[in-house]
């Protein structure tokens, strides 16, 4: 089924240029985060040091404290600078998200016209499979190590509830089948390319895509929402509702780059394209 006309060609337009501006954002997060993060921790934790050493009462400084966290962070710093700890997870998860997306806008910006551009394309694949073997150690690293969120936002903000067998067991089953149809739609991609049949090639490649950028996605949308959210309460929000919000901003994301894959691919002009390669397959 493909999508009207003149809706799918914006539509096709606006996921290109998703595409392009939430790789890019990967870049400068994996590059720039780390230090920035880290400068806000240690302003954070000097902010925090003059708080309760201008105040001899305790209970008055902390909740002093509290209120400046629930004013002045978005989310924890340390989900970023706690991966400082782990060279484990940085050597596999981050610099496997570096190649995946560097490899990624290769593949899809540069030209295959002639025989040099097809042996680079396929080169760059080769890497692009070792990024996603090392996002997959990294991943189960993560979850080896217990390396989730709301440890960091339990960990800033006291007031979060406890983990429930629930919760915590759905997260990790949603995080686990995410990862799935990660390594599944590049197993798709890959098998499809070792067989020429292009035009499946780049229709997995492009569910691939949304199926990593989704984390992106759900990064960029994280100031944005807890602004609005403070907006809406007319006050600092708590942790609780700071983490439903961060967990709202995947929902939001990972739906969002589903859906505009699926919207890509249904464009006329490519759907045209794919027709024509799988013809020729």
Same mark, same amino acid.
């Given at each position: 089924?493909?999508?009207?006309?003149?809706?799918?060609?914006?539509?096709?337009?606006?996921?290109?240029?998703?595409?392009?501006?939430?790789?890019?954002?990967?870049?400068?997060?994996?590059?720039?985060?780390?230090?920035?993060?880290?400068?806000?921790?240690?302003?954070?934790?000097?902010?925090?040091?003059?708080?309760?050493?201008?105040?001899?009462?305790?209970?008055?400084?902390?909740?002093?404290?509290?209120?400046?966290?629930?004013?002045?962070?978005?989310?924890?710093?340390?989900?970023?600078?706690?991966?400082?700890?782990?060279?484990?997870?940085?050597?596999?998860?981050?610099?496997?998200?570096?190649?995946?997306?560097?490899?990624?806008?290769?593949?899809?910006?540069?030209?295959?016209?002639?025989?040099?551009?097809?042996?680079?394309?396929?080169?760059?694949?080769?890497?692009?499979?070792?990024?996603?073997?090392?996002?997959?150690?990294?991943?189960?690293?993560?979850?080896?190590?217990?390396?989730?969120?709301?440890?960091?936002?339990?960990?800033?903000?006291?007031? #979060?509830?406890?983990? &429930? @067998?629930?919760?915590?067991?759905?997260?990790?089953? !949603? =995080? +686990?089948? $995410?990862? /799935?149809?990660?390594?599944?739609?590049?197993?798709?991609?890959?098998?499809?390319?070792?067989?020429?049949?292009?035009?499946?090639?780049?229709?997995?490649?492009?569910?691939?895509?949304?199926?990593?950028?989704?984390?992106?996605?759900?990064?960029?949308?994280?100031?944005?929402?807890?602004?609005?959210?403070?907006?809406?309460?007319?006050?600092?929000?708590?942790?609780? #509702?700071?983490?439903? &919000? @961060?967990?709202?901003?995947?929902?939001?994301?990972? !739906? =969002? +780059?589903? $859906?505009? /894959?699926?919207?890509?691919?249904?464009?006329?002009?490519?759907?045209?394209?794919?027709?024509?390669?799988?013809?020729?397959?």
């Amino acid at each position: 089924m493909t999508l009207p006309h003149r809706f799918s060609s914006r539509g096709a337009g606006l996921v290109q240029a998703g595409y392009v501006l939430l790789s890019v954002f990967m870049l400068v997060w994996l590059v720039g985060m780390p230090f920035f993060a880290a400068i806000g921790e240690d302003k954070m934790r000097a902010a925090e040091a003059a708080i309760r050493a201008s105040n001899r009462r305790t209970k008055v400084a902390e909740k002093a404290v509290m209120a400046m966290r629930a004013d002045k962070v978005f989310v924890p710093f340390t989900i970023v600078t706690k991966h400082f700890k782990h060279f484990s997870v940085r050597a596999t998860h981050h610099l496997g998200a570096g190649i995946w997306t560097l490899c990624g806008l290769a593949q899809f910006g540069l030209p295959r016209e002639t025989q040099a551009a097809r042996t680079r394309h396929r080169v760059v694949g080769w890497l692009y499979m070792l990024s996603v073997v090392l996002l997959t150690v990294g991943f189960v690293l993560i979850l080896a190590k217990d390396l989730h969120a709301d440890n960091d936002f339990r960990a800033a903000f006291p007031e #979060v509830a406890p983990r &429930t @067998f629930v919760t915590h067991g759905g997260t990790l089953v !949603a =995080l +686990c089948a $995410l990862q /799935a149809w990660f390594i599944y739609t590049a197993v798709s991609a890959w098998t499809a390319a070792r067989g020429k049949h292009f035009s499946e090639h780049r229709a997995w490649m492009a569910r691939h895509a949304a199926s990593g950028l989704w984390v992106s996605g759900m990064r960029f949308l994280g100031p944005p929402s807890q602004l609005i959210v403070n907006a809406v309460l007319a006050r600092p929000i708590h942790g609780d #509702v700071k983490l439903a &919000t @961060f967990g709202a901003d995947a929902c939001i994301s990972i !739906a =969002l +780059c589903i $859906l505009g /894959a699926e919207v890509y691919l249904r464009t006329p002009r490519l759907t045209a394209t794919l027709v024509s390669s799988k013809q020729q397959d």
